[in-house]
């Protein structure tokens, strides 16, 4: 029903994926797989939403009505099984602004903060420029699959340490954590008083079933910051609109003390308009979308074996992230790069950038079309 193989071209957008290619990798000739947002159109009933938006011709300041509020409750019930009420949300204008904030509301200078790595690299970045220590508790990795090590987190935990930062599906690893996985994650927390920041973006583009770590229990929703917004599941990332939620009256105030002394709670209008009707009318499109991408991780999957490539991934769980070996070249990961760059001519992401254990992995993102995904790796292929 909708056309995810439409070819859109989105040079000269002031797009970040395409026209700033100059800037992050030095050189303008390159295929842009790299920013984790998605080469197809967002629905219509969004689009058609924001131009009645901006038929009205005034762009005051915007605030979220209790419809915004009502659908995010209904679309968190619906999706993800989880009941929430709407005085637990709260608004501000991105993710990654919102970890921050959480950072300063949650810990003082010098206080440690637990991060899995490799991961989304604002989510450790964001610690040290609040002045915070990180503390990595690093993934386990077994033939591509991820997991956590918790004898690693427990003799980690100090009394200094404030907070533990949960990607939630991960990225750029691909796990839906599972219930077992995420309740003995809090057990230890609650045990320590430690809060969860649980960076929940990818929720929706999951292929297995996710669980929301609030929506587990009483007891781990009350040391819970969940983080979300529409902007990756329906590629309005641009709208700089997300959604902040808990339980505990105490961790969402504190929170919101902050977005106001840094001013991150003034959300553009679009952004609102875009979620609600996003949440009030996307749905079908976006089970569409995730049988669009599980068939593009399938090919780069399959293209890959055929063509007896030594690069590999294990199929992410979620997101359109592929997080891809190198390991079994014999060349160093400066190397790879460069083949990447000057060879293969692609940009993807350098797993450098996720923490040290990326080395020898580049993230490549498969939310394209498939026939310009076949394109990118026909020339990755080629070279490697
Ligand atoms: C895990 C994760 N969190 C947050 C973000 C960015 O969120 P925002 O644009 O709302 O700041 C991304 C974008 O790639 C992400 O992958």
Redesign the pocket.
């Known amino acids: 029903m909708y056309n995810f193989d439409e070819l859109i071209d989105r040079r000269n957008t002031n797009c970040v994926k395409y026209d700033a290619l100059d800037i992050y990798f030095g050189k303008e000739d390159l295929q842009p797989l790299w920013v ?1 947002d998605m080469d197809f159109k967002t629905p219509d009933v969004i689009n058609k939403a924001i131009l009645n938006r901006a038929n009205h011709g005034i762009y005051g300041y915007a605030k979220p009505s209790l419809k915004t509020y009502k659908l995010i409750q209904k679309w968190m019930k619906n999706r993800h099984n989880w009941d929430i009420q709407t005085n637990w949300i709260s608004f501000a204008n ?4 919102s970890y921050s904030a959480a950072i300063e509301a949650y810990s003082n200078e010098g206080d440690e903060i637990i991060v899995q790595t490799p991961v ?1 690299f ?2 450790f970045k964001c610690v040290k420029k609040n002045n915070r220590k990180l503390i990595t508790n690093p993934l386990i990795e077994k033939n591509g699959y991820y997991t956590m090590d918790l004898e690693d987190l427990k003799s980690k935990i100090s009394k200094k340490t404030k907070i533990l930062t949960l ?1 939630s599906p991960h ?1 750029p690893v691909g796990r839906v954590w599972s219930k077992k996985e995420l309740e003995e994650l809090a057990n230890i927390c609650i045990e320590n008083n430690i809060v969860i920041i649980s ?1 929940e ?2 929720a929706d583009l999951v292929f297995k079933k996710f669980t929301p770590l609030a929506s587990i229990s009483k007891e781990i929703s009350n040391i819970t910051l969940t983080l979300n ?1 529409a ?2 599941t329906f590629n309005i ?1 641009g709208l ?1 609109c ?1 959604y902040a939620i808990s339980e505990n009256n105490e961790l969402l105030e504190k929170f919101n003390d902050i977005c106001i002394k840094r001013e991150i709670n003034s959300i553009n209008i679009f952004g609102f308009t875009a979620l609600e009707a996003a949440y009030e009318s996307g749905e079908p499109w976006l089970d569409e979308l995730l049988i669009y991408l599980k068939s593009n991780i399938k090919l780069v999957e399959d293209y890959l074996k055929e063509n007896s490539s030594k690069i590999s991934f294990y199929p992410p769980e979620a997101t359109y992230l592929l997080w891809l070996s190198f390991k079994n070249y014999d060349i160093s990961h400066t190397k790879v790069n460069k083949k990447l760059l000057n060879e293969s001519k692609i940009a993807l992401n350098n797993g450098k950038s996720f923490g040290s254990e990326g080395n020898n992995y580049f993230r490549l993102n498969c939310a394209l079309q498939k026939e310009k995904l076949e394109l990118a790796l026909s020339k990755l292929v080629t070279y490697f």
Do not use: E, M, Q, T
Not at 94 to 97: A, D, L, N, R, Y
């Open positions: 984790a991105g993710v990654v602004p989304y604002p989510l990607c990225n960076d973006i990818h917004s902007g990756k990332a700089n997300s």
